[in-house]
């Protein structure tokens, strides 16, 4: 999770997650502080481009009481002005009623601290861009399923997903992501697939790598 202060924000993810804190620290504009924690999320990490992608249970699980909400608490003791939920796939298993319900169960954590969770805020976004047409990428160390999920909940949301697919081909681990290697995957697909439109990368672990 992370947080913000000054005009700040804090932000909680999973312990795995190499890219929130990465992420909040490059768009912060000057006089905003960020803080966060992370919470222990039981998955074993794909140790090969061949594996399956990580199970889908414990993703499932990383939502629910008491961790998630603990983490809350404890960051909504600083002087925030707002908490992040760093995981998007708890979004993509959800839905969006469900994120509305874990966005309402952790500020009663918060005295009154407003949460983002992810889905919520990328379909916001998405109208405020007036984007109806989507292509989405996600990290080779996914399931197919979740992928699947996650192009699910844009379409619930009368977003059309005109390509979803894992990054496949490349490396299985957060530490071996390189830019112009993930550049060069989407560059291609997009030759492949009439996609001329918006793409996103919706995983705070790619977003990171493609800045």
């Known amino acids: 999770m992370v947080g913000a202060r000054g005009r700040g924000s804090a932000s909680r993810c999973p312990i795995l997650d190499l890219g929130?804190?990465?992420?909040?620290?490059?768009?912060?504009?000057?006089?905003?502080t960020i803080h966060s924690t992370r919470v222990r999320l039981g998955v074993v990490m794909p140790g090969a481009a061949t594996d399956p992608g990580i199970a889908l249970a414990p993703v499932r699980?990383?939502?629910?009481?008491p961790a998630i909400d603990d983490a809350t608490e404890l960051l909504a003791a600083a002087?925030?002005?707002?908490?992040?939920?760093?995981?998007?796939?708890?979004?993509?298993?959800?839905?969006?009623?469900?994120?509305?319900?874990?966005?309402?169960?952790?500020e009663k954590r918060t005295r009154a601290i407003p949460v983002v969770i992810p889905g919520l805020a990328?379909?916001?976004?998405?109208?405020?861009?007036r984007v109806h047409r989507l292509a989405l990428v996600d990290p080779p160390w996914f399931s197919t399923e979740l992928n699947r999920m996650g192009a699910d909940y844009f379409r619930s949301q009368q977003i059309e997903i005109v390509y979803a697919a894992r990054a496949t081909g490349l490396q299985s681990s957060q530490h071996d992501q390189h830019p112009g290697r993930l550049h060069e995957w989407c560059a291609r697909k997009c030759r492949q697939t009439p996609m001329r439109h918006r793409c996103a990368a919706t995983r705070n672990a790619l977003r990171t790598y493609l800045r």
């Open 61 to 65: 699980a990383f939502a629910e009481p």
């Open 20 to 32: 929130p804190e990465a992420e909040f620290g490059a768009m912060a504009p000057e006089g905003v």
């Open 79 to 106: 002087p925030l002005h707002a908490i992040a939920y760093g995981f998007f796939s708890s979004s993509c298993m959800l839905g969006v009623e469900g994120d509305h319900a874990l966005q309402a169960r952790l």
């Open 122 to 129: 990328a379909v916001r976004a998405l109208r405020a861009l």
